[in-house]
């Protein structure tokens, strides 16, 4: 037999099947999936529990406005009464926002210092004594720059 009839009796050369660039998947595309979900998933809580927590405090980013307008209306006219009297007001206005069921609005003299330190991380300070009592007395020092720092710093710093 000679060599071309030989390769004439050969069956002709099946051609494996085209392979999908879609499907199937390879496990490994299965596994990225399920970690890009939960990575989705994670930054969607965060992004939502981050709007949560700024629309909860928006209540104190106007209070500290406020409490600088106050500031610079006492820097220009220089009446430390008006100021504490002021800072007094926006105090019980933002306790008000704060706590709405501890029962703030009728708290006066000694209750309402008390409850200022209360729920303030610095616990007991003069400032407070004086935002109540320099309504009534008149103001217990010259400079009210204190007052000014301990005001911003419980609008800040209070414990909801």
């Known amino acids: 037999m000679d060599k071309s009839q030989l390769l004439e009796q050969l ?10 660039l879609l499907w199937p998947l390879a496990p490994g595309w299965y596994l990225l999936g399920l970690l890009g979900l939960v990575v989705l998933t994670a930054v969607y809580w965060l992004y939502r529990r981050r709007r949560s927590v700024k629309a909860r405090n928006a209540y104190r ?26 800072a007094n007001q926006l105090l019980k206005r933002v306790a008000l926002t704060a706590y709405p ?20 991380p610095g616990g007991e300070s003069r ?3 004086q935002i109540e009592t320099g309504r009534y007395r008149g103001p217990l020092t010259d400079n009210p720059a204190p007052l000014y720092q301990y005001t911003k710093s419980w609008i800040e710093r209070h414990e909801p």
């Not at 406005?65 to 430390?80: H, M, Q, R, S, Y």
Request: charged share 25%; hydrophobic share 45%; with cysteine.
């Open 61 to 86: 980013l106007i209070a500290l406005k406020e409490l600088e307008t106050c500031w610079l209306e006492f820097e220009e006219k220089g009446v430390i009464s008006d100021f504490v009297e002021q």
């Open 101 to 120: 069921d501890a029962g703030v609005a009728p708290l006066h003299g000694e209750d309402w210092w008390h409850f200022l330190e209360a729920h303030y």
């Open 127 to 129: 400032e407070a004594r």
């Open 11 to 20: 069956a002709p050369l099946a051609e494996p099947p085209t392979v999908s």
